[in-house]
């Protein structure tokens, strides 16, 4: 089941959350900061481990001290106006954490808009990438939510799913 909330995305108690991170994997600001201090500093000492992540790609960690049993990071792209292949990077992200968690049993995931802050990909399109990809990996989970942390991206979720968007062919 696909459902959009407004919340911190580090209070849900399910059994993935998912971090927009960066290469790094050490740390931000953004919903990075959030889990990373929510999570508290094993975090940061086991994702040293991991050697960094490349853009459209995923690596899990245990969630340590957050609700949450599992983070799975993802790095997003930077939008660049859109022509570097922006959209397909985000897609992957999408992809990349939903195969992971599958690989783990994951049956509950959260998803920020990831790219949608500091790494400034529009809200809109970024909404109709994510959507795609929900709708498309949705039915192999319990639960596959849509934590957006402002009304704004709310009422973005909703009127595409509203709108009956068709799952991206993949
Ligand atoms: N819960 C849910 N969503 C959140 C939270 C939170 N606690 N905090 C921020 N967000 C939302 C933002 O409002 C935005 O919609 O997450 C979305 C993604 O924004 P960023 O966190 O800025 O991530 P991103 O745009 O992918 O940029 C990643 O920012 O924090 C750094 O280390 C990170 O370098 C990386 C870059």
Not at 7 to 32: C, E, H, Q, Y
Not at 115 to 143: D, I, M
């Amino acid at each position: 089941m696909l459902k959009v909330l407004q919340d911190d995305i580090t209070t849900l108690k399910i059994d993935a959350i998912v971090n927009a991170a960066n290469n790094s994997l050490l740390g931000g600001g953004g919903v990075d900061g959030a889990i990373h201090k929510a999570a508290g500093p094993e975090l940061l000492e086991f994702n040293k481990t991991l050697g960094g992540c490349e853009t459209g790609t995923a690596k899990i960690s245990p969630g340590f001290k957050l609700p949450a049993k599992w983070i799975i990071n993802t790095v997003g792209p930077v939008w660049q106006g859109g022509d570097a292949g922006e959209p397909e990077l985000l897609a992957q992200c999408y992809q990349h954490s939903f195969e992971l968690a599958l690989e783990n049993q994951i049956k509950t995931i959260a998803f920020p808009a990831i790219s949608t802050g500091v790494y400034g990909y529009p809200k809109q399109a970024a909404a109709v990438v994510a959507v795609q990809q929900l709708k498309n990996y949705e039915h192999r989970f319990e639960e596959v939510i849509a934590c957006c942390f402002s009304e704004v991206d709310v009422e973005i979720y909703e009127r595409l799913l509203g709108s009956g968007i068709q799952a991206a062919v993949i």
